[in-house]
């Protein structure tokens, strides 16, 4: 078999886009300035498509998504890029109250095929409005999924899932990520939403993360490899929740830390404790540790680097649940 | 009503000042010294200090994002020494360092930057009735073009003029947003033009020219506070690079044209008013130079005051109590 070519995390979510649109004539992009593009996601896209595909709007994420969410009723499949996740939150209003919960109130008559995406993420010191990671906030609301890659191939796959699920789709993306390089196969596939992956084997510890932060567990893994066996899984979507993978695990190492970019509270790393002590209580031979920020605003300056979630903390919670 | 020499040589040292602190900006980032990105303001801070400057202590001060609000600060009389210690991460920051650049000095009612565009617009009406309400103080609203898209834009224009609140809606119209043109984003050249919806007076000017700015706002200033109500005020102005620094300038998927940048360059602020402060003798070739030799000195005392500040890196507990208020 010839060998995988290589691409960056974010060549592979163009290439999702591209070849999603090369197959459907329905599939189409809106945002802000994505002809000229922020991030090199939509690079080249309007050369390919033209601006009946790739649409630019005015500084207006209200009107933006309303067109996303209008032309999908129409039959559309549509792309809304959001550029930064935290500019979401001007449109919150369509996405979460009506999008999300649409479907079901009407009766269940109608799909709204379309995904909402956005960079987003800790790392480059820019304060929370920018860096602040939105798929809890999302992922409470039934009727939208919500997914985030930690991979090039996995980036590939659940965009390709994402564009063609029938339903609402937020796609969320590390700026942590956007340059990592892995393997991303040439010919269109899906990564399903609502399966998490086993990221990494092990015996001891069952580590949960995710995008940025499943670059951090696989650090804190290589550095406790030979002391303590972690296995990382990599839940890949949020809404749906893969909890039985993590059940299964858990049947082998007994003990769970979850990493979550996002506050303490009411985030993805309790949802998956409160599952776990749940159904699996029986499986744990020890408290269930979450690593995730503090319940402060992410602040800017030199703070993110020990607020947020790091390798530091992982480690420690590790030790802690392995004691 | 024509501006006094004092009030042009005021003008003149606070647009020298602005720009020498966008150039210490741009310095800073090109060599790494300076968190988060930096949108320079380069040949446009005339149209920040002209509606700065002469605003009254108690106004309410909404800065344009564009050179992230300097040209606003050098008019307010805002400590820089501080700003730029945010801006970096330092403890004596105006918010303890933990903001980027999202600045905020209460004590000046300049209540906070955004990195979100148009966020203004939502307690802008609040801070128009409160000053209604308070009397002897108005607001001085500034953004950019692009912000005018934001739905939020129109509640404030409407809730203004059916209530008549005392504010300045300062639009810099540089023509830009990142990589959409204005013909892109507004089917009228003139963002002013959504005010005659709500019946608001509104004017074009020259924002290239720093007291041409003053005396509009002024003019506006004196309409909010004798109770008539909001004015919007268009400055032309231009961008001479790219959005923010290290992102390609685009028109759309293309290069900005060279030859109409540098077309640009020839109404650079400073030139047109150093050009008319000498030709009306506001000023000497001597105070001139003066000007610039203290802009330097403000400059470097202010670089000095940030860098010696210790970086901010609090505890989680220290940060923890800083949510709420005890
Ligand atoms: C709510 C929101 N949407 C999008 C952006 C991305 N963005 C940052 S600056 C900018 C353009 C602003 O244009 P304008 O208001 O004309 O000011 P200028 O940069 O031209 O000075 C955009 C779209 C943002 N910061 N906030
Ligand atoms: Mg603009």
Redesign the pocket.
Known sequence: MSEVRELPLVEAIREAYRQEMERDERVFMVG??IAGG?FPHTKGLVEQFGTDRIVDTP?A?VGMYGTAFGAAMEGFRPIVDF??AG?FL?AASPILAQTAQFRFIHGSQMSLPMVITAACGAGMRLGNEHAMLVHNMIAQVPGIKVCMPSTPYDAKGLMTAAIRDDNPVAFIWHLGTMMDRGPVPEEPYVVPLGVADVKREGSDVTLVANGFQYKNAEIVADKLAGEISVEIIDPRSFSPLDIDTILKSLEKTGRLVVVDESWESRSTASEIAAQVVDVGFDLLDAPIRRVTIPNIPLPGGHMEPYVAPNPDAIEAAVRDVCR | MALGKEQMALLYRNLIRADHFDKMMMNRIMQGKLIGFY?PGDG?MAAGVGASTFLGDNDILNP???AHGLGYAAGRGIDVGRYLAEHTGKVDGCCGGRSSFHWSFPEKKLYGAS?????HFCPVVGWGWASKRKGNQMVLMA??????G?GGAHEAMLFAMNWKLPIVFFC???G???H?TISDMHPMPDISSLAQGYGMPAVVIDGQDVFAVAETVIAAREHALAGKGPTFVEAKTL?LRE??VGTPDLARAEPRDAQYLEELKKRDPVVLATTRVLAEKVLTQKQIDEIYKEAKEEVAAIEKFADDSPIAQPSIEELLAGVYVA
Request: hydrophobic share 35%.
């Open positions: 802000q300035d922020i500084l994420e550029m930064f500019f001007n | 949108h446009a344009h994002h564009r990195g979100f565009i148009g966020w953004s950019g073009d692009g912000s005018y934001q810099e119209n540089n830009m947003a990142i959409s961008r959005h923010d």
